[in-house]
């Protein structure tokens, strides 16, 4: 049987197919497809599901009594005492959308009749053609409730169990034995759905703050609000003996909440099936783009439709996942009291508790002296190092009318002494923006709540951005390495910390977010009362945070000149140590694998250069000499060979950029191998790099060799699958040029096998020898034109710059990525007359920042007005073009290079 498509809907062809079969799976879909709207009105998700789970359970009886009536010889009827049949999960809930599996189990209470086996497989086979995906247990009662202890998920989907038909004391009689059996196992079964529950969340995403979560099982989806039912249906089975009701730790407005949530995510739910034509609960960044516009939803000033529709998905699972923790883990309080005491707090009011930090009876007490109480609590919790029970934030959630009034100037100086520290630092933030306690401080927060970053470089929302960056920060403090000493050298922890949280919060308003977030600052300082100095600096910090990020991977860090530049913007080592750890920790929190080896070291790099115009106290690593002292060393390195004149002349002529960035060893290799190549060379070396996982590509040739070298190179190596992470670009004495570029290969988890280098180096050398140079570029999975909806792409635009640098010009590209896009900036370049100096590659998912060094023919840089007009509006025009429908090269591109100008790109 082959799935295919039948008027839109899921079903199955089979050749013979009964008339009822066809005339129920005709109304099956039919229906169902009518039951869903396109437009949101609440209750319409809850309302939709019911009635798809109607339809099903009217369509499966009447497949049952028809399978029934034709087993002649049958000896039960609906009746009969030996079976009854239920609905589990989703289904047994009420919950199920359009695609959603159907489960089913049939419990039976004596051995079956003869012909069961038989009826059985020809009724569920005709389930299976009406194009449903079935989920099917036939158990005796027993086995039923020992595979409730043994598989957390049986157990979870058996909770919500519901009569179809058959006989009903057979499944009254299954309910009160689950019961009982729970009742018995209470805490073996709680902690074995808390920790699948838990598996899920890590495997669908460990934070509410998903750009593109899951609706049925990132944290705050479906799942948990299933989860928080089972929880209410176990806390039931202990109230008897429970010692604090449920209506304590779940308010009435929270369980109505609740339900508006689970009719917002079924609404959402049901489109998403709808749309995909199959079980589909990612909720994608085109489909969000596509509901805003579906359900109305408005902009605001500052705020796309998608982002307002995001903030208030956000929002709403964010509520969701604290109500499930907090349930679950009162609930494990009642059932397991602790015990085993380690350590108290010196004034008695939180114990220690395998790792973890409770509440006595006089921390209780304290608690209920509002603001100055917690700020006792927090500082006991900073010095014994330890995180808060969950059980804590319970209770300060349970007292939050006590903080009703704002903080006093007492207190706000407390929130910034708990900033000093690394200690706990950002678990207790983290708590304060859980319970909505944080905005007393830092007003700003609020706006940030649950906001989108409607990109594909960020992963998070702008709050859990901003939370996830001081976690990384205050991490540092126990690890080793350069970052890590960083860290523990800086003295103003608290406006360092303060800078972290805040650096983002300028994001949704209407100025450019680094500017909005100078301006946040500034009140921020105001409302805490920073001394000047203070003040000045977080000002800095949050208005600049971008800054060393830019330079690292947008500028040549082996120039000198910017180099120089960026340590007067600075001024002092304590700033550069804030501003360095500020940028790795908002690298290290924008995903989870955007903070790469080789951003780290580049990053590394920079500080530690920049440090050694601002520090003489010898703590920074100084991995280049004097340019004097660099070419000394070359020529004591080559030995008799410096003698020779081509030897003598290359070390005499090499470029300072070059000297900087390579090590004596490598330049002495290079040379020497640059005098084996001959008079007309093509060669190429490949390393491979197990610290970054990446591939370093050497190029050697001459400029003689063929016009256009840079363009072609880039055009050969994107052919052949590679992602262009940075190039370097060296022209030597004579003519003669070392290309490197760093690069990874996305076929490959490791090293790539030989007959790879083989490809990669023959592609290489076929584009410098092949005058019809016409490279074929891989197709992106996912980037075809006729996708669903085209979701806005960031802005593209073309920075030319003649002011950072005093011998080149900077042209700065800004596009969104596509196969060939580095070829066709490089080819227009080229034809443009541009000589290109270096070059910085930039990828960040689908956004792409590629910077050139470039000058004129004359090496001079490019100051005609009119001329840098004309390149602007042509690079435009080249990234913003695509490639043309069913061609895999660039739109506008063309095999024949002009010839008109003789020169190397270089």
């Known amino acids: 049987m082959v799935p295919s498509t039948h008027d839109g809907s899921r079903s199955l062809v089979r050749d013979g197919l009964a008339p009822h079969v066809k005339a129920f799976r005709d109304r099956l879909w039919g229906e169902s497809q009518a039951a869903i709207s396109e437009e949101y009105s ?209 308010l009435r407005e929270e369980l109505e909440a609740l339900s508006d949530t689970e009719d917002f995510l079924l609404q959402i739910r049901h489109l998403l099936h709808l749309w995909a034509n199959r079980p589909e609960d990612v909720f994608s960044r085109s489909d969000q783009w596509l509901l805003a516009e579906r359900w109305h939803c408005q902009a605001t000033v500052n705020l796309l439709p998608v982002e307002v529709l995001m903030r208030d998905y956000f929002r709403r699972t964010e ?50 002296r509002g603001w100055a109480g917690l700020f006792d609590l927090f500082e006991a919790c900073q010095q014994l190092d330890l995180p808060f029970d969950a059980s804590v934030w319970i209770e300060i959630w349970k007292f939050r009318s006590l903080f009703a009034a704002p903080p006093t100037p007492e207190i706000r100086q407390r929130f910034l002494q708990l900033l000093q520290s690394p200690h706990q630092t950002a678990s207790l933030i983290r708590g304060l923006h859980q319970v909505r306690l944080l905005e007393n401080f830092l007003p700003d927060m609020e706006h940030a709540r649950g906001l ?148 780290a070291d580049l990053l590394a790099e920079l500080y530690q250069r920049t440090m050694r115009y601002l520090s003489d106290s010898g703590d920074v690593i100084l991995t280049d000499l004097d340019l004097q002292e660099r070419r000394k060393a070359v020529e004591n390195a080559l030995g008799h060979d410096v003698a020779r004149p081509f030897f003598s002349r290359q070390v005499r002529e090499l470029p300072a950029g070059y000297l900087l960035a390579t090590d004596v060893e490598t330049i002495v ?46 055009g050969a190596i994107t052919s052949c699958g590679l992602e262009i992470l940075a190039a370097q670009i060296y022209t030597l004495a004579d003519g003669w040029i070392i290309d490197r570029y760093t690069v990874r290969d996305p076929y490959f988890a490791g090293e790539p096998p030989l007959d790879r280098y083989q490809d990669i180096r023959t592609a290489i050398v076929s584009a410098l020898r092949e005058k019809q140079f016409q490279p074929v570029f891989p197709r992106i999975w996912g980037m075809s034109p006729s996708s669903r909806v085209q979701v806005p792409q960031a802005r593209v635009r073309v920075q030319i ?68 007009q004309i390149l602007r509006a042509n690079l435009l025009q080249v990234v913003q073009s695509g490639w043309e429908e069913g061609s895999d090269t660039p739109a506008g591109s063309s095999s024949n290079p002009p010839t008109v100008r003789a020169h190397h790109d270089p």
């Not at 190429?684 to 400029?703: D, F, G, K, M, W």
Request: aromatic residues 10%; glycine residues 6%; neutral net charge.
């Open 319 to 368: 509520q969701v996942v604290l109500v499930a923790k907090r349930l679950a883990h009162a609930l494990e309080h009642q059932l397991t009291p602790p015990k085993g005491i380690a350590k108290r707090s010196k004034d008695r009011t939180l114990v220690e508790i395998k790792g973890r930090l409770w509440l006595t009876e006089s921390g209780r007490e304290t608690l209920k």
């Open 42 to 250: 609440p209750g319409k998700g809850l309302q939709a599901a019911l009635s798809l789970c109607r339809l099903r359970d009217h369509i499966l009886h009447q497949l049952w009594k028809i399978h029934s009536s034709d087993k002649a010889d049958a000896v039960w009827n609906e009746e009969t005492d030996f079976y009854a049949v239920m609905a589990l999960g989703g289904y047994g809930r009420g919950t199920i959308s359009l695609h959603s599996d159907v489960d089913l189990l049939i419990l039976t209470t004596r051995r079956e009749p003869s012909g069961w086996k038989g009826f059985i497989s020809s009724y569920f086979r005709d389930i299976y053609d009406l194009g449903l995906k079935l989920g099917f247990l036939q158990l005796r009662a027993r086995a039923a409730l020992q595979k409730i202890l043994q598989d957390p998920h049986f157990c979870t989907a058996v909770l919500s169990a519901r009569f179809l038909w058959g006989h009903r004391p057979v499944f009254e009689a299954f309910q009160e034995a689950i019961r009982n059996k729970l009742r018995r196992n209470l805490k073996r079964v709680l902690a074995s759905i808390e920790r699948a529950r838990c598996e899920e969340r890590d495997r669908f995403g460990k934070t509410v703050f998903l750009l593109q979560p899951n609706i049925k099982r990132s944290p705050g989806g479906l799942r948990d609000i299933q989860f928080i039912d089972w929880i209410r249906y176990f806390w039931e089975l202990w109230e008897p003996v429970s010692s604090i009701p449920i209506t304590d730790v779940l």
């Open 669 to 714: 290799r290079d040379l020497r191998w640059l005098a084996s190549l001959g008079n007309c060379p093509v060669d190429v070396r490949i390393e491979y790099r197990p610290s970054s996982q990446t591939l370093n590509l050497t190029i050697a040739t001459r400029e003689n060799v063929i016009e256009g070298i840079f363009h072609r190179l880039t």
């Open 801 to 868: 710059d003649n002011v950072s640098h005093s011998d080149f010009t900077l042209i700065e590209v800004f596009a969104n990525d596509r196969p060939g896009l580095l070829y066709a900036i490089s080819r227009e370049l080229f034809m443009a007359g541009c000589f290109i100096w270096r070059a910085k590659i930039g990828t960040f998912l689908d956004q792409v920042v590629d910077v050139f060094y470039v000058t004129d023919q004359k090496g001079q840089k490019l100051l005609d007005p009119e001329h840098v």
């Open 452 to 599: 989108l970053q409607f990109n594909q470089y960020h992963k998070y929302t702008v709050d859990e951005h901003c939370l996830n960056a001081l976690e990384a920060a205050t991490a540092l403090a126990y690890q080793p390495g350069l970052l890590g000493e960083t860290y523990r050298k800086t003295i103003n922890k608290k406006i360092l910390h303060l800078a972290i949280i805040l650096h983002d919060l300028g994001k949704g308003l209407a100025a450019d977010h680094s500017e909005a977030g100078r301006s946040i600052a500034r009140r921020t300082a105001e409302y805490l009362a920073l001394e000047p100095d203070d003040a000045e600096l977080l000002e800095f910090l949050v208005a600049n945070h971008l800054r060393m990020n830019h330079l690292a991977l947008r500028r040549d860090i082996n120039d000198e000149q910017l180099i120089v530049q960026f340590a007067a913007e600075i001024g002092s080592p304590d700033v550069l140590r804030m501003m360095y750890i500020l940028t790795a920790t908002d690298l290290m929190a924008v995903s989870p694998d955007n903070w790469t080896a080789w951003k």
